[in-house]
């Protein structure tokens, strides 16, 4: 896990640097490397593990939309980043991310109707963008909300049944090789 991470991480400093950034991308480096780390040595091969790993990377994805202004391509970093929790070989690690980052959008959905952020600039019709319009009624935010939640799980689902496949797969090849070793150490007579 730590070579994606440390990629998104160091992609993130190195845009902060061109978008006035950088601060946001340090502060989060602080908290999530060290909580990396620490999960990595303290629950090795546990769940906690893959959770925090994906809260991790769902943060990192969070700070890439933010520092694109919320450009579509940064929004990638999401579907990106959870496909490498395929690597954990564990449904319940892939859904905890999506369920991050659900969360997330839905909190700062409703921050935006609140008026406390000023989010989705572009979502409406061209002459509210031009003027700088970026109240949205409730049914354009759920809409909004409900279209990517529904892209994240579709893709938490395909991930979902992948590591399950995976998983399988790995489970035989353990199988054959306690086998093969079981074979190998047999005295035939």
């Known amino acids: 896990m730590w070579l ?13 640097i061109f978008t006035q950034t950088l601060l946001l991308a340090v502060i989060v480096a602080t908290i999530t490397l060290p909580l990396a780390y620490i999960a990595q040595h303290k629950w090795h091969g546990h769940i906690v593990n893959g959770f925090v790993k994906a809260t991790i990377m769902m943060a990192w994805a969070a700070v890439l939309i933010e520092q694109s202004g919320g450009l579509i391509e940064a929004h990638f970093s999401i579907f990106i980043l959870l496909s490498v929790l395929i690597l954990y070989s564990d449904w319940r690690v892939i859904a905890f991310g999506g369920l991050v980052i659900a969360l997330h959008h839905a909190l700062f959905t409703w921050l935006h109707y ?23 009624s409730v049914a354009a935010l759920l809409s909004c909300l409900l279209m990517h939640g529904g892209a994240v799980v579709v893709q938490v689902i395909i991930l979902g049944y992948l590591a399950k496949v995976l998983e399988s797969m790995v489970q035989e090849s353990l199988h054959v090789t306690r086998f093969a070793v079981a074979a190998g150490g047999a005295i035939w007579t």
């Open 4 to 16: 994606p991470l440390g990629f998104v991480a160091f992609l993130c400093l190195v845009i902060g």
């Open 114 to 136: 609140q008026g406390v952020v000023q989010l989705y600039a572009s979502m409406g019709d061209m002459d509210s963008m031009a003027n700088g319009d970026t109240r949205h």
